[in-house]
């Protein structure tokens, strides 16, 4: 689960704690609501960019959103990110959620060489079903 170098797969990281968990993550958001997922990080990771991207390879991935290595706010479209450095976590949010929205993200930080990050699989919970009826 964890990937370096946007092209293969590093167990290594585990023991190495950059990240805080080694376990596969999953996230479920409501259609129309708002997605928000949590991405730990472990020390001296802090003043480094975190990024969100989208896509089961690695190395094909579109960052969706980027951090300015702040605790400052980014936001992009309907995706925003924020870090706590003192946490060392960062929160990033999708809103509106919709049905193609389900899909593998990755929690990423940039750092010199190759990246680091871990796969999120986000699913869409439709929420309640309202049939429409015709008379």
């Keep these: 689960p964890w990937a370096q170098g946007r092209t293969r797969c590093m167990l290594a990281f585990c023991f190495l704690a950059h990240f805080s968990t080694c376990v596969m993550r999953m996230a479920t958001g409501r259609a129309l609501g708002t997605l928000t997922v949590?991405?730990?990080?472990?020390?001296?990771?802090?003043p480094y960019k975190k990024w969100w991207c989208r896509g089961y390879d690695w190395d094909s991935c579109k960052i969706l959103v980027k951090s300015?290595?702040?605790?400052?706010?980014?936001?992009?479209?309907r995706a925003s990110i924020q870090d706590n450095h003192s946490q060392r976590i960062?929160?990033?949010?999708?809103?509106?959620?919709?049905?193609?929205?389900?899909?593998?993200?990755?929690?990423?930080?940039?750092?010199?060489?190759?990246?680091?990050?871990?796969k999120v699989y986000v699913d869409v919970d439709p929420g309640r079903y309202y049939p429409s009826y015709a008379p």
């Design 90 to 118: 960062f929160t990033v949010t999708l809103e509106d959620l919709w049905y193609d929205d389900a899909d593998t993200y990755w929690c990423g930080i940039e750092k010199v060489g190759n990246d680091l990050g871990y």
């Design 68 to 77: 300015t290595g702040s605790e400052q706010l980014v936001k992009n479209g």
């Design 38 to 46: 949590h991405c730990n990080y472990g020390r001296g990771w802090e």
